[in-house]
């Protein structure tokens, strides 16, 4: 559903991004591995509309998005938790996820959505009227992946989902992750953390230094040689 | 020991007050205090979206002003007043739906409806037509949040990326801007704003002890449903949502499909809307029109902003409250004084800066996470 073509980012003066390519499938889990500055993040900002000098193509069900802003990707069907979470601190849990939802127009399907991911993430649902910045690093991270969904993206991107959270929480967000992809939803990992990220991948792409070093089915590369010793501390 | 508190006391105005000053005192700095509000609120609303001091927003009260006398006076054709409604409805209708998008058929009648109405009443109707007084602050208040929409796109929207001083010297200009383009209109000869009669006729209380114009009790009143209509768009309403959540991280908002262009153009439209309603109240109250009117009420209702707490609105109406007090106070208990008037506020502000630059309501300066 998603294809990208050849994609430079330029970051700050940085070549952040030197021409890499990747096809993610519809219903699939799609993952991007790599160290810091890898360029993992400027592909998705470039994908959300955010990175501003680019060059390449990405296409969405073959139309083009590269070049159109942000909001316009939301309500093309691409959905971003960015790096770091982002959430809204001084917005209360159900605010930020109402702006989540903010370019859509269905307030049942709204209903619906919000159900959803109240489901998926319970604890959301008791802390519905605390502010966001009083929540937990995991929680926030609850937050930042359901205020995402609740603009109902056919592709959900989702940046660094398990950074600096304990490791219960962590297997906690790849299951939600893959219950999230069972129901339909394509994904977009970016991770650090190979090995719980490759486990529940279809397929994945390694990039070192903006470039795309290797690519190949989740299970395959769990058990490649040079992954293992690179990235699985094997 | 406390002789020089006392020589204080019998140099002041106090020994000589009576009830009905002391009343009348303290709906004036009510009423001062209002107006000083409203316009602060503009300042602080842009400021905490845009990190960037409105200067032309003064001038937007000083319009505000204006378009009243237009429209009441009729010395400008109401016609053109009609004109300014109409393109209102359009920029409204786009900062909604998107100008892109073709307005529904209401809109489009409006759009039809106004520039006729403006041929009648520019060439057709009797010269001594005026609009209706609602009609009237309407027609003003649209117009002057036209305005404030304008100044965003043509002064501030082109430096969205620029670095910050570039917008605030753009800020300057646009202000400098509009009040010679004022003068070249309007002349810079002062003018008369019609009063309604029942609004200066001064009410008796307590036996006729006490008068109090019904202005100072109506000026209170519309600013606080002003006040409160606003606290409801920006708490309750979508657009509202996503004004709060750009005051805090632009670019995560953009990922939520929120246009920032046009919530800042909304967030323009409302600061001028109140500094216009501020504006015309104020023309009632100092019944003397000029085209540099704005820039003192302007600066004192930034200092009342600073004073509040910049990026508050609480903070910009108590600070404008506050800030409207201690002027009347000072020049109600030392009438000698009174010449220094800006000079204290403007003390107040440097005092502000050195020792409380966050104000009484401003947020600590956090990092962003």
Request: glycine fraction near 10%; proline fraction near 6%.
């Amino acid at each position: 559903m998603l294809e990208i073509n050849d994609l430079h980012v330029y970051y700050g003066g940085i070549h952040a991004v030197k021409g890499i390519s990747l096809s993610i499938p519809q219903g699939q889990i799609v993952t991007l591995i790599g160290a810091n500055g890898a360029g993992k993040s400027s592909t998705v900002r470039a994908v959300a509309g955010l990175a501003r000098n680019t060059r390449g193509s990405i296409l969405l069900n073959k139309a083009t998005i590269l070049g159109r802003d942000p909001e316009e990707i939301v309500r093309a069907g691409i959905a971003l938790s960015p790096e770091g979470r982002r959430i809204l601190p001084h917005l209360t849990v159900e605010e930020n996820l109402r702006l989540g939802a903010y370019a859509r127009n269905d307030k049942p399907g709204i209903t619906r959505d919000l159900e959803w991911v109240y489901s998926l993430f319970p604890r959301l649902r008791e802390r519905l009227w605390q502010k966001g910045g009083t929540l937990s690093g995991g929680e926030q991270q609850m937050l930042a992946v359901g205020r995402a969904l609740m603009s109902s993206p056919d592709l959900l991107m989702l940046d660094e989902p398990s950074l600096g959270l304990a490791p219960l929480l962590v297997r906690e967000i790849f299951s939600i992750i893959r219950q999230i992809n069972s129901q339909g939803k394509t994904v977009l990992l970016i991770e650090q953390n190979a090995f719980a990220a490759l486990s529940i991948s279809n397929y994945a792409y390694i990039l070192e230094t903006g470039k795309i070093a290797l690519h190949g089915p989740g299970q395959e590369l769990l058990h490649n040689p040079q992954v293992k010793e690179a990235y699985l501390g094997a | 020991m406390f002789d020089w508190l006392h020589s204080l006391y019998q140099t002041s105005a106090l020994p000589g007050m009576n009830l009905s000053q002391l009343v009348q005192h303290g709906f004036n700095a009510l009423t001062l205090g209002s107006l000083y509000g409203l316009i602060a609120i503009g300042y602080t609303m842009v400021y905490g979206i845009l990190r960037l001091i409105n200067f032309a927003h003064g001038d937007i009260f000083m319009l505000g002003a204006y378009f009243v006398f237009f429209t009441t006076v009729a010395f400008m054709p109401a016609g053109v007043a009609c004109f300014f409604i109409a393109a209102a409805f359009y920029v409204i209708h786009g900062i909604v739906r998107g100008f892109r998008r073709r307005p529904p058929l209401p809109v489009l009648g409006l759009l039809l409806l106004f520039p006729v109405c403006g041929l009648y009443f520019t060439f057709l109707a009797p010269a001594s037509f005026q609009l209706p007084w609602p009609l009237a602050l309407i027609t003003a208040i649209a117009a002057a949040s036209f305005c404030g929409i304008v100044v965003d796109r043509i002064a501030y929207r082109p430096l969205r990326a620029a670095p910050r001083i570039s917008a605030l010297i753009s800020a300057i200009g646009i202000s400098f801007f509009i009040e010679s383009l004022s003068v070249v209109l309007f002349t810079g000869l002062p003018r008369p704003v019609l009063q309604p009669d029942w609004l200066m006729t001064p009410m008796l209380l307590a036996e006729g002890s006490v008068r109090i114009l019904p202005l100072s009790l109506v000026v209170p009143a519309i600013t606080l449903v002003l006040v409160l209509g606003l606290l409801f768009i920006i708490n309750r309403t979508k657009p509202g949502l996503a004004m709060r959540a750009i005051s805090r991280d632009i670019e995560t908002t953009r990922l939520m499909g929120v246009s920032v262009d046009k919530i800042i153009a909304l967030t323009f439209a409302l600061g001028s809307a109140l500094a216009a309603a501020s504006g015309i109240m104020w023309a009632l109250r100092y019944p003397q029109i000029h085209p540099y009117m704005g820039i003192t009420p302007g600066l004192k209702a930034f200092i009342a902003a600073v004073f509040g707490g910049i990026g508050s609105i609480h903070g910009a109406m108590i600070g404008g409250l506050i800030l409207g007090a201690m002027e009347i106070i000072i020049i109600a208990v030392y009438p000698q004084l009174s010449g220094y008037r800006d000079a204290f506020a403007f003390t107040l502000l440097i005092l502000i800066l050195l020792f409380k630059p966050t104000g009484l309501m401003g947020a600590k300066l956090e990092d962003k996470i």
